[in-house]
């Protein structure tokens, strides 16, 4: 008999400093969560960023305050079941919104306290009215 622990919906990597990149990587490809919390997470490596861009079970991804930037932008643009995304308080600007229009299932995407001006929120809004923007 499978026990609740089995079949988590969310993995949490509070604190992020006590979770290696490679046990991460195999919890979500084991455990398959709908949401993955990242809070505050510190540098990403490649192979963590890119098994991220293949996961299709994470529907939530909360990285607010971790160590993003553009380039990091690009490989959680890939995931396809990724609904909602928490990326307020990194490094991203406006150029890491080109690759966040290709997201196929994005509804919501939380960018405050980012390099991302007012204006190019507005701008990407436009563009991609499935998408709710907060600032």
Known sequence: ???????????????????SSADLGLA???LKPKELIMTGAGPLDASLLNHLSRTGSI????????????????YIAKMEGLEQLQVSDTGI???????????????????GGTEI???EAQEFAKRHPGIRVVR
């Open 1 to 19: 008999m499978d026990s609740w622990l089995s079949y988590p919906d969310v993995i949490s990597t509070e604190p992020s400093h006590l979770v």
């Open 28 to 30: 979500i490809r084991r």
């Open 59 to 74: 529907r939530t991804l909360e990285m607010a305050g971790a160590d993003l930037n553009d380039d990091s932008i690009v």
């Open 93 to 111: 600007t406006g150029k890491a919104l080109e690759a966040l229009g290709k997201c196929p299932s994005l509804k919501v995407l939380c960018i």
């Open 117 to 119: 001006t007012k204006t």
